[in-house]
């Protein structure tokens, strides 16, 4: 006899997410809610995929018994009905999210606008990727290691490409769940101990991927990470003694990974080496559980569900390793601003309207007083004198709109032109230091290169390129000796093109 299906209630809260993370081996949902500062784990559950994993935890082996799924769909579904009550808002927690460690060269102490900061880390990342960076969507971390990083900032860089966004936002929208965000796995681990430790205790928390025999580790310093680096297993020791050299002092080594018994051996192995205490991640310690939920059910391997949970419910001043495709109103004006004279139009309109029922209630008020039909008439004329003046700004409209729809486009794409034909045609002995516009339809390159052979053959180039009108060598010259730091390169150029 068949088991009955147990029901499944998909809800709608402002202040409860659920996580799932995507393993190869196991997929893992986590539900949490935040109460003012209160946050807390109220349900969590996991689905293995696959028919055996070696050394998994005796406490899931009746997982075994479970009838295999096929596909996605029905993997979540059997995740589901092990929740029984999940939220609707969801984020997913992968290795398939691109997860970069870097710096930016800007110093700690340096404000600069968040969105200055997304076009800096899209530059830095653009190098590491397998789609173009127009096509991705990104998220960011500043880490707060001055000594580490000294004039430059720290930064954890996750991307992931529009459309394996949109396969994933499609693939939970099937199953009734709004996806808001995607976190790279490699990252979120960190986030499961830097929320709910003592912010002014520095910590080391590790994460063990003997697949890969590799060892991240993060320096936690004020409640969130300041310093990442990844090792081998084999130098996991001289790791946390480089990180434990960039604080005044540790209290404690945290260790997370996908299998208990690798954690259990590394501990085992890296407390003979190490002066402070070592432990694995432990819920009663690390978070806050909530009543429901069993504690022991909450092993190590699910401190990357968790950290990720915990950085989307909790976001922060640094940022958010969160990717989504959330676009601000303000920059979707910007990106299409075209429909601003179409707005002020309907606005011009809407006003028209409501003057021409002031106007007829007016006159319904001459009618009976005739005394003030004098000043009535003032009125209107001024009234006439603002029409016109209305009738002028419409058509200035107008020609504004029309200049957008048509001249702009034009225009635009000859300017990607060029730029896709600068990164195309340029060589290797050359180098870009500056581009900048001079007048509407000329921009100027000024450089070094190595010989006066491959600017030459550069510029020509440049006047080959679709929507180019002119590519014109002003300057070549000797460079004087100076302290560059590139010194092979010999020749200053500035090269003027015009645009068609």
Known sequence: MKNKKKKTVCYSKKNEILVIELDT???????????????????????????????????????FSQPRLNDETRHLEELFEKLGRYPR????????????????????DTRISSA????????????????????????YYLQNGKSAYGQKTGVLISAVSREKYGRLSALFNRSGLELCGVIPAEGAFVFSVSSFSNKLKDRIVLNIDKDNNTVSGALLHGGGPAVFQTASLDNAGSLT????????GITEIVV?????????????DIVKKSSVPVRPWNPDKDIQVHPSVDAFSLSPQYSTAIG?????????????????????FVKRLQTGIHILPLVMAVLVVCGMSVQYASMKASYSRYEQDILSLTEDKKRLKA???????????????????????????????????????????????????????DGDKTFLLEGLGLSAGSITQFTGKLDRVEGVKEAKLEVISERENSQVSVELLYYKFRIKVTLL
């Open 116 to 139: 200055k900061l997304q076009e800096a880390v899209r530059w830095e990342a653009q190098t590491y990727l397998d789609f173009p960076v127009t096509d991705g969507l990104f998220g």
């Open 241 to 248: 003694e480089r990180l434990a050299s960039l604080t005044g």
């Open 89 to 108: 808002r969801a984020f997913v927690v992968s290795s398939d999210i691109k997860f970069l460690v870097s710096e930016l060269p800007i110093s700690t």
């Open 308 to 328: 990720a949970a915990l950085q989307a419910i909790g976001g922060g001043r640094c940022g958010e390793l969160i990717v989504n495709d959330y676009v601000p």
């Open 383 to 437: 009234n006439v004198e603002n029409n016109k003046k209305l009738e002028q700004e419409i058509n200035d409209i107008i020609a504004k709109r029309k200049y957008v729809e048509e001249t702009l486009p034009i225009q635009h794409a000859r300017l990607v032109s060029l730029f896709e034909g600068i990164a195309r045609e340029i060589s290797y002995d050359i180098i870009l230091d500056r581009i900048a516009q």
């Open 25 to 63: 081996e196991v997929i893992r949902g986590v539900v949490v809610r935040k109460r003012g500062k209160n946050v807390s784990i109220i349900r969590a559950a996991q689905v293995l995929t696959v028919k055996a994993i070696p050394d998994v935890n005796p406490a899931y082996n009746h997982l």
């Open 256 to 268: 997370t990974g996908r299998r208990e018994k690798d954690i259990g051996e590394f501990c085992k």
